[in-house]
Every structure is written in C-alpha cells, then in structure tokens.
C-alpha cells in the first residue's frame, strides 16, 4: 500500500500560487474526465527536497491523449499527441509546458519481473521508473488533492540521500540510467546505493553498452555535461569504468583532468561577463573531453552516438580551428593585437572558450580573455558615408580601408574620429579631381 502524506502545506511553501492553482486544475479536469491524474518523476522528488522545479511531468490513468485535448481546451494551450507513445505536451499560452502520458500495463518490451495483473497503472508506471528518488507521485484528483504515492518507501531514500533502482533488471531495460545515477548523485551530493553501485559494475563488466549507442545515450551525456560543474560526475564515470564507453582510449590522465579545471574556469569567467551571450557549456566540455583525440575519432563518436547533423558540423569546425590557433599560439603569439584578432575572429564564443582551456601560458590567456572582453567590440568610428564625404569613389576600396582602419584602431594608431581621418589620408590618395 502508499504511504499517504498530504503535501498541500510543503507546495504552499515551496510553489507559488499559480502552480498550485495549475496543479488543481489538472485535476478538476481529471475529474470531469473521469480519470486519475498524478504530478510524477523530478517534480515531486524537488518538491520533497524543497526545491521548486517546473519541468510537469503528469501521468494519467486513464485516456491521456482525451484528457490533454480537454486540458487544452479549457487553458487556451495548444496540444500536441503522440497516439504512438499514448502522450502529450499542452503549450499553454505564457509558454509554460506540461507533458502528460498515460499509465500503461505493458511498457517495456521485456518480461517484467513480477505480476503484472495485481498492480494499479500508477503503480506499475512508478515501479518502470529509473530510481526510487524519481518514483513517487502526487495526487491531483479534487478529493484527494496533494496526496503523496509513495508505493515502494521511496522517501526514505530520499531522506539516507541514496540514488537506488527499483528491481534488478532496470539497467538492463535502460543502461542509459547508469549515466542518470551519476548525474543525480554528483548534482545532489547524494549517493548511488551499494547494491545499485554493484548493478553498474555488473553492466559495465558485461559490457552491455557495446549495443547501446545512440541518441538517447547522447542526450545523457549533454546532460551530464549541462549540470553546474559536470567535472566530478565525470571522474565518477571514469572510476566506473564508463568512460571508454564514449571513447576506447578516453582517460583521465592529468594533462585531462588539467584541461577540464581550465575549461571550467573559463566558463564560469564568461558566464560571469557575458550573462546573455549563448554558449553551450555542454559543447566546450565535449570538445575538452575529446581534445587528445584526433578529428577523425571525433567523427566515430558523433556517427556512434547519433549526434545530429548540426553539433556534428560544429564540433568538427571548431576542433579544427581551435587545434590549428592553439598550435599557432603555443609557437609564437600574434604580435599585435590585430595579429590576434584575425586570428580569432572565426571561433564561436564555445570554440573561444575551448581555447583558454587549453592553453595554460598566462599570455595565451590573457590575449584570449582580451579579445572577448575589448577586441571583437571594436569598430572604426568611420563609415562608408563618412568615406564617400571624403571624396572617395565607392568600391572595393570601402572594404579595404575599412579593414585597415580596424587594424589601425586596434593596434592603437588611432583613437578618434579626427585621427582616423588623418590615418585615412595619409594611406590611400583620393581619385584624382
Ligand atoms: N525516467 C526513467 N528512466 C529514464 C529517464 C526518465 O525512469 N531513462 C523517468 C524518471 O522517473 C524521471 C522522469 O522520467 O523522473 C522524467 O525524466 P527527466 O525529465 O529526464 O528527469 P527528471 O527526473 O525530471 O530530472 P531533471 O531534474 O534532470 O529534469
């Protein structure tokens, strides 16, 4: 039987008045639909840890796709179904999204340990899951509002911060838990369980990924390396064996572990300075893992692992690149700042990034750290109007002086208007009158 606890109090604590009252409709309309909807999975885990977490994910006994249709309608949101998978995902208008799924009997294609028959969908939908923290959900249903399921005594795991699976068979249905576990482990400073532990030593000596590649495997590896600081997760994966599993001769040896505390240095330094320029983190930990192998490795792993055609391209630009700068720079820096520049000026803010973590020389560095920072902002104060005011005919001659005049102002020869005129003048003669 659940252990029954009601967490109205905790979500009046933790969530603000619109969750709840969302929660609550769910579950009118579950009501009115007559079938039992449950809040499942991370949100309930964070909300027990106090934490506020607004992925939704509800399961619904009952017609999912009918109830996301009548969901939808009532808060003007708009419904996508997957009659395939028995699933949905409801936009509403401010953008906020719920994925709903139907509690089905039959999930896995496998013969389940146990009798299927005797257990409730919500039951046997939570028993299916990767780990008892992610196993327990909450009630919305009107009469029982906020109540907690808790079938399998998962709170007390949540409590002893053990990261346990549910049966025996589970990385067998799903090795890609095992990169969960240790995301979930290192991200809540929790502990994956002796047993557990045991299962994923088991599966790595079995080598039961060699049939497990794909996409699913990569979009656990990106989030993985999307958390805060993924360095200690991937010393994890590294003591458990799992990193040859991305790449056969992939090791943390200390030029490795070097290149990673540089890379996350420089992360969290541009983070700090440029808070709205996009850059995936997960993209510069990959390029650092992957930087001692050659590019022609990098494109095993990326047909491997299913990347999609557009990281792919990406990763194999920027690694290129960031190999040939690095090298340039390890034999001599550019001796000016413009040298730099051209130098740099191709790289997107993750190949920049890449870099400085590369690099160790303080110079490299600092030449790196200048160009974000100053450098790539840097325009003449001249333009093409001010060009044509001058007497020149338009052309080519534009680009080419417009160019020098970059240079010049970032080497320092001119400052302002007045002196790029005057650098203008005395480099390139006027047509003749
Ligand atoms: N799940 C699972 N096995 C997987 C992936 C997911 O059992 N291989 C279940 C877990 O119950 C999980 C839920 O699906 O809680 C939702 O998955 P996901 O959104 O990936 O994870 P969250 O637990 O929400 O974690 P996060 O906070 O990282 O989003």
Redesign the pocket.
């Known amino acids: 039987t659940a252990r029954n606890r009601n967490l109205s109090g905790l979500m009046a604590e933790v969530l603000n008045r619109e969750i709840i009252c969302l929660l609550q409709t769910l579950g009118e309309v579950a009501q009115e639909t007559g079938c039992h909807a449950y809040a499942?999975?991370?949100?309930v885990?964070?909300l027990l840890l106090h934490i506020k977490?607004l992925?939704l994910?509800v399961v619904i006994e009952g017609d999912a796709l009918a109830y996301a249709k009548k969901l939808g309608k009532k808060l003007g949101g708009k419904v996508r179904t997957h009659e395939k998978f028995g699933t949905a995902v409801v936009k509403l208008p401010d953008g906020f999204k719920i994925d709903i799924a139907t509690a089905r009997l039959e999930y896995y294609e496998y013969p389940a340990a146990m009798p299927t028959v005797e257990l409730s969908s919500i039951k046997l939908d939570l028993y299916?899951?990767?780990?008892t923290i992610?196993?327990m959900a909450i009630h919305l249903n009107p009469d029982t509002f906020g109540t907690l399921v808790d079938f399998f005594n998962c709170q007390n795991d949540l409590k002893d911060r053990q990261i346990r699976i549910l049966h025996n068979l589970s990385f067998v249905e799903?090795p890609?838990?095992i990169f969960?576990a240790i995301?979930f482990e290192q991200r809540m400073g929790f502990k994956i369980g002796r047993h557990t532990e045991k299962l994923i030593k088991n599966a790595v000596k079995m080598e039961l990924f060699d049939r497990f590649f794909g996409h699913r495997f990569f979009n656990e590896l990106i989030?993985i390396l999307s958390e805060e600081n993924p360095i200690p997760a991937i010393h994890r994966m590294a003591d458990l064996g799992l990193l040859r599993f991305l790449h056969p001769t992939l090791r943390i040896e200390p030029k490795l572990a070097t290149i990673l505390e540089e890379t996350r240095q420089a992360l969290a330094w541009h983070r700090l300075l440029y808070l709205d320029e996009p850059c995936r983190q997960w993209l510069v930990y990959l390029l650092a893992l992957m930087s001692s192998l050659p590019v022609r490795e990098v494109v095993v792993f990326c047909e491997r692992f299913e990347v999609p055609l557009r990281h792919r391209q990406f990763l194999g630009r920027e690694k290129l690149a960031v190999t040939r700068i690095a090298a340039i720079m390890k034999r001599a820096m550019p001796e000016t700042p413009s040298g730099m520049y051209h130098l740099l000026k191709d790289l997107s803010p993750e190949g920049l990034l890449h870099l400085m973590g590369l690099l160790k020389k303080k110079g490299c560095k600092k030449a790196i750290s200048l160009y974000v920072t100053d450098w790539r902002q840097l325009k003449p104060e001249t333009d093409g109007n001010d060009l044509a005011e001058m007497g020149y005919r338009t052309g080519p001659l534009y680009g080419t002086i417009l160019r020098c005049l970059l240079d010049a102002r970032l080497d320092g020869l001119v400052h302002d208007r007045a002196s790029e005129t005057a650098f203008i003048k005395e480099h390139f003669s006027l047509p003749d009158q």
């Open positions: 499942v999975g991370g949100f885990r964070d977490n992925d994910d299916r899951r990767d780990f992610n196993a799903d890609t838990r969960r995301r989030s």
